[in-house]
Protein backbone atom coordinates (compact mmCIF):
# COMPACT_ATOMS: atom_id res chain seq x y z
CA UNK A 1 0.00 0.00 0.00
CA UNK A 2 2.83 1.99 0.81
CA UNK A 3 4.59 1.15 -2.72
CA UNK A 4 1.49 2.10 -4.01
CA UNK A 5 1.17 5.66 -2.81
CA UNK A 6 4.63 6.18 -3.67
CA UNK A 7 4.17 4.96 -7.26
CA UNK A 8 1.56 7.23 -7.61
CA UNK A 9 3.16 10.20 -6.14
CA UNK A 10 6.81 9.57 -8.18
CA UNK A 11 6.81 12.69 -11.02
CA UNK A 12 6.19 10.72 -13.91
CA UNK A 13 6.46 11.33 -17.87
CA UNK A 14 4.86 8.68 -20.52
CA UNK A 15 6.46 8.31 -24.29
CA UNK A 16 4.71 6.01 -25.43
CA UNK A 17 0.82 5.72 -25.34
CA UNK A 18 -1.06 5.90 -28.70
CA UNK A 19 -4.23 7.63 -28.35
CA UNK A 20 -6.09 5.19 -30.12
CA UNK A 21 -5.19 2.39 -27.74
CA UNK A 22 -6.96 4.16 -25.02
CA UNK A 23 -10.10 3.83 -26.53
CA UNK A 24 -12.19 1.95 -23.38
CA UNK A 25 -14.75 -0.54 -25.01
CA UNK A 26 -17.50 1.27 -23.19
CA UNK A 27 -16.69 4.40 -25.44
CA UNK A 28 -16.34 2.52 -28.79
CA UNK A 29 -19.39 1.10 -28.59
CA UNK A 30 -20.76 4.72 -27.67
CA UNK A 31 -19.07 6.50 -30.59
CA UNK A 32 -20.49 3.81 -32.50
CA UNK A 33 -24.35 4.98 -31.66
CA UNK A 34 -23.50 8.27 -31.60
CA UNK A 35 -21.59 7.75 -35.27
CA UNK A 36 -23.73 5.33 -37.02
CA UNK A 37 -20.73 2.99 -37.13
CA UNK A 38 -21.79 -0.72 -37.29
CA UNK A 39 -19.56 -3.25 -35.80
CA UNK A 40 -19.32 -7.06 -35.71
CA UNK A 41 -19.99 -6.69 -31.65
CA UNK A 42 -23.40 -4.75 -30.53
CA UNK A 43 -22.86 -5.37 -27.02
CA UNK A 44 -19.44 -4.67 -24.17
CA UNK A 45 -19.58 -8.27 -23.69
CA UNK A 46 -19.46 -9.73 -26.64
CA UNK A 47 -16.73 -6.64 -27.48
CA UNK A 48 -14.94 -7.57 -24.28
CA UNK A 49 -14.19 -11.27 -25.09
CA UNK A 50 -12.47 -9.53 -28.01
CA UNK A 51 -9.18 -8.49 -25.88
CA UNK A 52 -7.41 -12.30 -25.73
CA UNK A 53 -4.45 -11.62 -27.80
CA UNK A 54 -2.11 -13.94 -28.63
CA UNK A 55 0.66 -11.58 -30.51
CA UNK A 56 1.06 -8.02 -32.09
CA UNK A 57 -1.54 -8.45 -35.62
CA UNK A 58 -4.20 -10.10 -33.42
CA UNK A 59 -4.65 -6.41 -31.32
CA UNK A 60 -3.54 -4.39 -34.24
CA UNK A 61 -6.76 -6.06 -35.99
CA UNK A 62 -8.92 -5.23 -33.19
CA UNK A 63 -7.50 -1.79 -32.36
CA UNK A 64 -8.06 -0.82 -36.08
CA UNK A 65 -11.73 -1.94 -36.35
CA UNK A 66 -12.58 -0.07 -33.67
CA UNK A 67 -10.79 3.25 -34.54
CA UNK A 68 -13.42 2.85 -37.38
CA UNK A 69 -15.99 4.59 -34.53
CA UNK A 70 -13.69 7.76 -34.39
CA UNK A 71 -15.23 10.89 -36.85
CA UNK A 72 -15.40 13.59 -35.67
CA UNK A 73 -13.32 16.44 -33.57
CA UNK A 74 -15.24 15.90 -31.16
CA UNK A 75 -14.28 12.43 -30.67
CA UNK A 76 -11.04 13.08 -30.42
CA UNK A 77 -10.87 15.53 -28.35
CA UNK A 78 -13.46 13.41 -26.12
CA UNK A 79 -11.18 10.81 -26.14
CA UNK A 80 -7.66 12.74 -25.35
CA UNK A 81 -9.54 14.03 -22.21
CA UNK A 82 -10.59 10.52 -20.87
CA UNK A 83 -7.02 9.67 -21.43
CA UNK A 84 -5.48 12.80 -19.66
CA UNK A 85 -8.09 12.13 -16.47
CA UNK A 86 -6.20 8.66 -16.31
CA UNK A 87 -3.16 10.00 -16.73
CA UNK A 88 -3.99 12.97 -14.51
CA UNK A 89 -4.97 10.69 -11.48
CA UNK A 90 -1.69 8.19 -12.16
CA UNK A 91 0.50 10.67 -11.54
CA UNK A 92 1.75 11.61 -15.00
CA UNK A 93 3.06 15.33 -15.73
CA UNK A 94 3.93 15.21 -19.23
CA UNK A 95 2.79 13.02 -22.08
CA UNK A 96 4.07 12.37 -25.46
CA UNK A 97 1.38 11.10 -27.58
CA UNK A 98 1.16 8.51 -30.87
CA UNK A 99 -1.48 8.86 -32.86
CA UNK A 100 -1.98 7.37 -36.46
CA UNK A 101 -3.02 9.97 -39.12
CA UNK A 102 -3.02 7.52 -42.18
CA UNK A 103 -5.49 5.28 -40.78
CA UNK A 104 -7.93 8.19 -40.06
CA UNK A 105 -6.99 9.67 -43.22
CA UNK A 106 -7.77 6.25 -45.05
CA UNK A 107 -11.40 6.39 -43.00
CA UNK A 108 -12.01 9.33 -44.77
CA UNK A 109 -11.23 12.29 -42.35
CA UNK A 110 -9.38 15.30 -42.66
CA UNK A 111 -6.17 15.60 -41.52
CA UNK A 112 -6.94 18.68 -39.51
CA UNK A 113 -9.84 17.20 -37.93
CA UNK A 114 -7.90 14.95 -35.95
CA UNK A 115 -5.50 17.27 -34.87
CA UNK A 116 -8.01 20.09 -34.13
CA UNK A 117 -9.75 17.53 -31.84
CA UNK A 118 -6.87 16.03 -30.41
CA UNK A 119 -4.97 19.56 -29.60
CA UNK A 120 -8.57 20.88 -27.95
CA UNK A 121 -8.35 17.81 -25.92
CA UNK A 122 -4.49 18.41 -24.52
CA UNK A 123 -5.34 22.12 -24.11
CA UNK A 124 -8.32 21.81 -22.34
CA UNK A 125 -6.07 19.17 -19.81
CA UNK A 126 -3.48 21.49 -19.53
CA UNK A 127 -5.41 24.06 -18.13
CA UNK A 128 -7.45 21.53 -15.56
CA UNK A 129 -4.67 19.23 -14.72
CA UNK A 130 -1.07 20.92 -15.67
CA UNK A 131 -0.25 18.23 -17.93
CA UNK A 132 1.80 19.63 -20.29
CA UNK A 133 2.14 17.58 -23.60
CA UNK A 134 2.46 16.81 -27.58
CA UNK A 135 1.62 14.63 -30.47
CA UNK A 136 4.10 12.65 -32.19
CA UNK A 137 2.19 11.20 -35.68
CA UNK A 138 3.02 7.13 -36.32
CA UNK A 139 3.50 6.33 -39.58
CA UNK A 140 1.72 2.67 -40.12
CA UNK A 141 4.65 0.94 -41.44
CA UNK A 142 2.58 -2.06 -43.34
CA UNK A 143 0.85 0.40 -45.10
CA UNK A 144 2.60 1.14 -48.47
CA UNK A 145 5.61 3.67 -48.15
CA UNK A 146 3.96 6.23 -50.76
CA UNK A 147 1.00 6.40 -48.43
CA UNK A 148 3.79 7.27 -45.45
CA UNK A 149 4.68 10.09 -47.96
CA UNK A 150 1.70 11.10 -48.68
CA UNK A 151 1.11 11.63 -45.02
CA UNK A 152 4.27 13.49 -44.36
CA UNK A 153 3.55 15.77 -46.93
CA UNK A 154 0.02 16.04 -45.36
CA UNK A 155 1.39 16.85 -41.87
CA UNK A 156 4.08 19.50 -42.87
CA UNK A 157 1.35 22.56 -42.69
CA UNK A 158 1.00 21.49 -38.92
CA UNK A 159 4.14 21.07 -38.59
CA UNK A 160 4.33 23.62 -35.62
CA UNK A 161 1.65 21.64 -33.60
CA UNK A 162 3.72 18.48 -33.82
CA UNK A 163 6.73 17.13 -32.01
CA UNK A 164 7.72 14.48 -34.35
CA UNK A 165 6.99 11.17 -36.16
CA UNK A 166 6.89 7.94 -35.40
CA UNK A 167 6.81 4.51 -36.74
CA UNK A 168 4.40 1.61 -35.62
CA UNK A 169 1.92 -1.32 -36.52
CA UNK A 170 2.80 -4.67 -37.77
CA UNK A 171 7.10 -4.84 -37.43
CA UNK A 172 8.46 -8.41 -38.59
CA UNK A 173 8.85 -8.22 -42.56
CA UNK A 174 8.59 -3.85 -42.59
CA UNK A 175 12.25 -2.99 -41.93
CA UNK A 176 13.20 0.49 -40.60
CA UNK A 177 15.05 0.79 -44.26
CA UNK A 178 11.66 0.87 -45.80
CA UNK A 179 11.18 4.48 -44.24
CA UNK A 180 14.55 6.26 -44.89
CA UNK A 181 13.40 8.88 -47.12
CA UNK A 182 10.32 9.47 -45.35
CA UNK A 183 12.48 9.97 -42.18
CA UNK A 184 14.78 12.12 -43.50
CA UNK A 185 12.67 14.81 -44.76
CA UNK A 186 10.60 14.79 -41.50
CA UNK A 187 14.50 15.47 -40.00
CA UNK A 188 14.21 18.00 -42.38
CA UNK A 189 11.22 19.54 -40.85
CA UNK A 190 12.48 19.96 -37.91
CA UNK A 191 10.70 17.28 -36.31
CA UNK A 192 11.96 14.54 -33.90
CA UNK A 193 12.15 11.25 -34.84
CA UNK A 194 11.49 8.04 -32.82
CA UNK A 195 10.44 4.38 -34.03
CA UNK A 196 9.01 1.33 -32.98
CA UNK A 197 11.60 -1.41 -33.14
CA UNK A 198 12.60 -4.77 -31.56
CA UNK A 199 8.84 -5.45 -29.77
CA UNK A 200 8.42 -8.49 -31.80
CA UNK A 201 10.87 -7.68 -34.55
CA UNK A 202 14.91 -8.74 -34.20
CA UNK A 203 17.57 -6.53 -32.79
CA UNK A 204 18.84 -5.79 -35.89
CA UNK A 205 15.73 -3.88 -36.80
CA UNK A 206 17.12 -1.15 -33.91
CA UNK A 207 20.14 -0.98 -35.24
CA UNK A 208 18.88 0.11 -38.66
CA UNK A 209 16.45 2.58 -36.90
CA UNK A 210 19.41 3.72 -35.68
CA UNK A 211 21.51 3.66 -38.52
CA UNK A 212 19.09 4.50 -41.42
CA UNK A 213 16.21 7.04 -39.74
CA UNK A 214 18.62 8.22 -36.92
CA UNK A 215 15.87 7.84 -34.42
CA UNK A 216 15.76 9.58 -30.68
CA UNK A 217 14.41 7.04 -29.02
CA UNK A 218 12.93 3.56 -29.84
CA UNK A 219 10.21 2.62 -28.91
CA UNK A 220 9.64 -0.81 -27.20
CA UNK A 221 13.62 -2.32 -27.87
CA UNK A 222 13.47 -5.31 -25.45
CA UNK A 223 15.00 -7.44 -28.23
CA UNK A 224 17.37 -5.10 -27.82
CA UNK A 225 19.32 -7.75 -24.88
CA UNK A 226 19.79 -9.88 -27.41
CA UNK A 227 22.79 -7.77 -28.88
CA UNK A 228 25.80 -7.02 -26.19
CA UNK A 229 27.33 -4.51 -28.47
CA UNK A 230 24.00 -2.45 -29.54
CA UNK A 231 23.59 -2.41 -25.51
CA UNK A 232 26.16 -0.34 -25.37
CA UNK A 233 25.83 1.51 -28.54
CA UNK A 234 22.68 2.63 -26.49
CA UNK A 235 24.21 3.31 -23.18
CA UNK A 236 26.93 5.85 -24.66
CA UNK A 237 24.62 7.55 -26.99
CA UNK A 238 22.13 8.01 -24.47
CA UNK A 239 19.40 6.68 -26.82
CA UNK A 240 15.86 5.79 -24.62
CA UNK A 241 14.06 3.08 -24.58
CA UNK A 242 10.35 2.96 -23.87
CA UNK A 243 9.09 -0.22 -22.85
CA UNK A 244 5.93 -1.31 -21.95
CA UNK A 245 5.67 -4.49 -19.79
CA UNK A 246 1.81 -4.59 -19.46
CA UNK A 247 1.90 -5.05 -23.63
CA UNK A 248 4.64 -7.22 -23.86
CA UNK A 249 2.78 -9.36 -21.66
CA UNK A 250 -0.90 -9.35 -22.96
CA UNK A 251 0.99 -9.50 -26.98
CA UNK A 252 3.22 -12.39 -25.37
CA UNK A 253 6.35 -10.58 -26.02
CA UNK A 254 7.22 -12.28 -22.57
CA UNK A 255 5.04 -15.08 -20.70
CA UNK A 256 5.66 -13.12 -17.44
CA UNK A 257 7.35 -9.90 -16.14
CA UNK A 258 10.76 -11.37 -14.76
CA UNK A 259 11.65 -12.22 -18.88
CA UNK A 260 11.88 -8.63 -18.99
CA UNK A 261 15.60 -7.24 -19.45
CA UNK A 262 15.00 -3.76 -17.50
CA UNK A 263 17.14 -4.59 -14.77
CA UNK A 264 19.63 -5.30 -17.20
CA UNK A 265 18.93 -2.14 -18.90
CA UNK A 266 19.79 0.22 -15.83
CA UNK A 267 22.49 -1.61 -15.28
CA UNK A 268 23.97 -1.60 -18.51
CA UNK A 269 23.36 1.87 -18.29
CA UNK A 270 20.90 2.59 -20.68
CA UNK A 271 18.13 5.11 -20.05
CA UNK A 272 15.21 2.57 -20.18
CA UNK A 273 11.19 4.34 -18.98
CA UNK A 274 8.13 2.22 -18.43
CA UNK A 275 5.22 3.16 -20.63
CA UNK A 276 1.23 2.36 -21.02
CA UNK A 277 1.32 1.74 -25.05
CA UNK A 278 -2.20 0.71 -25.61
CA UNK A 279 -3.72 1.01 -21.61
CA UNK A 280 -7.21 0.22 -22.71
CA UNK A 281 -6.23 -3.30 -24.31
CA UNK A 282 -3.44 -4.51 -22.47
CA UNK A 283 -5.32 -3.87 -18.98
CA UNK A 284 -4.21 -0.79 -17.27
CA UNK A 285 -2.73 2.47 -17.22
CA UNK A 286 0.84 3.73 -16.52
CA UNK A 287 0.70 3.42 -12.44
CA UNK A 288 -0.56 -0.36 -12.78
CA UNK A 289 2.61 -0.85 -15.54
CA UNK A 290 4.54 0.24 -12.55
CA UNK A 291 2.86 -1.58 -10.02
CA UNK A 292 3.08 -5.06 -12.18
CA UNK A 293 6.80 -4.29 -12.16
CA UNK A 294 7.03 -3.92 -8.63
CA UNK A 295 4.86 -7.37 -7.70
CA UNK A 296 7.80 -9.03 -10.50
CA UNK A 297 10.35 -7.97 -8.06
CA UNK A 298 11.36 -4.44 -9.18
CA UNK A 299 12.35 -2.00 -6.39
CA UNK A 300 10.65 1.92 -5.71
CA UNK A 301 14.27 3.09 -6.34
CA UNK A 302 14.32 1.06 -10.01
CA UNK A 303 10.86 2.92 -10.38
CA UNK A 304 12.36 6.13 -9.53
CA UNK A 305 15.30 5.38 -12.25
CA UNK A 306 12.63 4.31 -14.85
CA UNK A 307 10.93 7.84 -13.95
CA UNK A 308 13.80 9.94 -13.93
CA UNK A 309 14.96 8.44 -17.17
CA UNK A 310 11.68 9.35 -18.59
CA UNK A 311 11.88 12.69 -17.61
CA UNK A 312 15.39 12.96 -19.17
CA UNK A 313 14.79 11.50 -22.80
CA UNK A 314 11.32 13.61 -23.59
CA UNK A 315 11.80 16.03 -26.02
CA UNK A 316 11.10 19.29 -23.13
CA UNK A 317 13.12 21.78 -22.70
CA UNK A 318 16.04 21.58 -19.49
CA UNK A 319 14.74 24.20 -18.20
CA UNK A 320 11.03 22.34 -17.58
CA UNK A 321 12.66 19.58 -17.22
CA UNK A 322 14.29 20.80 -14.00
CA UNK A 323 10.53 21.59 -12.73
CA UNK A 324 10.09 18.54 -12.62
CA UNK A 325 12.52 17.33 -10.83
N1 LIG B 1 3.34 -1.91 -31.63
C1 LIG B 1 3.12 -1.62 -32.90
N2 LIG B 1 2.11 -0.89 -33.29
C2 LIG B 1 1.27 -0.40 -32.39
C3 LIG B 1 1.45 -0.67 -31.06
C4 LIG B 1 2.55 -1.46 -30.66
O1 LIG B 1 2.82 -1.76 -29.48
N3 LIG B 1 0.44 -0.06 -30.41
C5 LIG B 1 -0.32 0.57 -31.33
N4 LIG B 1 0.19 0.37 -32.54
ZN1 LIG C 1 3.34 1.21 -29.25
Redo the contacts with the bound molecule.
Sequence with gaps: ALEHQAILDLPKTEL?I?I??TLEPELALELAARNGITLPWSTLEELRAQYDFVN?QS??DL?YQLMSTLRTAQDFRDLMLAYLEHAHHDGIRHAEI?F?PQVHINNGLEFDTVMDGLLEGLSIGRERYGITGGLIA?IVRDLPVTSAMDTLKALESRREDLLGIGL????VGYPPSLFTEVFSRARELGLHVVA?AG??GPASYVIEALDQLQVERI??GIRCSDDQDLMHRLASSDIALTS?PL?NRR?QVVQDLRELPLHQFLEGGIRVTVNS??PAYFGGYLAANYEALIDSGYSLRECAAFCRNGIEASFIGNRRQAVLF
Design positions: HHEGLFLYFDCDSAEHEEDHCSLDD
